[in-house]
């Protein structure tokens, strides 16, 4: 089974990479926006979370945990692994996962964090935000995620090199290349 977790600034290309990669390797999607955006609409605690998101500050760990860990028992029966994409995002949050792996005799097979200018990726979350109307893709709350990212989130590289865990991608060039770039990666994963 392969688990992975997709990270990156916001903008970086996360979740689009996430869908092709899923798509070509049978893995499930577990888009943590996605996932937090469905609540939103729907659940019963969409209100409490859209009032987090936005402002562009991260939803407390509790609830996150809980949606994630939910969404990725269920998908486990149907599908050769999974992609968290958008999680963890601090320390607490990587730990649950962890945990969470070992309570269920899984294993967390690579981090593929895509890199990317954080002034390209303010450019592709504002040209996004004219496209597809999330309420969080706007000039003030993008400097409040990348605040979030900065502080919070991107401490995990260490986290995630010190296991060796860990491969960089340049998020830059076209969706096809950086695609092309990932398969190489997964396609030396033991089977």
Known sequence: MTNLIFFGTPGAGKGTQAELISQKYNLTHLSSGHILRQEMTSGELGAEIKSYVDK???????LVIAMMEKA???SWMNNQGVIFDGYPRNLEQAESLENF????????TAVLNLEISEE????RILLRGQNSGRSDDNPETV???FKTYHEQTKPLIDY???????KTID???????VFKNISQIIDQFPK
């Open 56 to 62: 562009g500050v991260l939803v407390p760990n509790e």
């Open 72 to 74: 990725a028992k269920a």
């Open 101 to 108: 792996f070992k309570t269920n005799n899984l294993e967390l």
């Open 120 to 123: 390209e990726a303010k450019k």
């Open 143 to 145: 400097s409040e995620r």
């Open 160 to 166: 995630y090199t010190a296991s060796e865990k860990i």
């Open 171 to 177: 998020g830059a060039p076209d969706i096809e290349t």
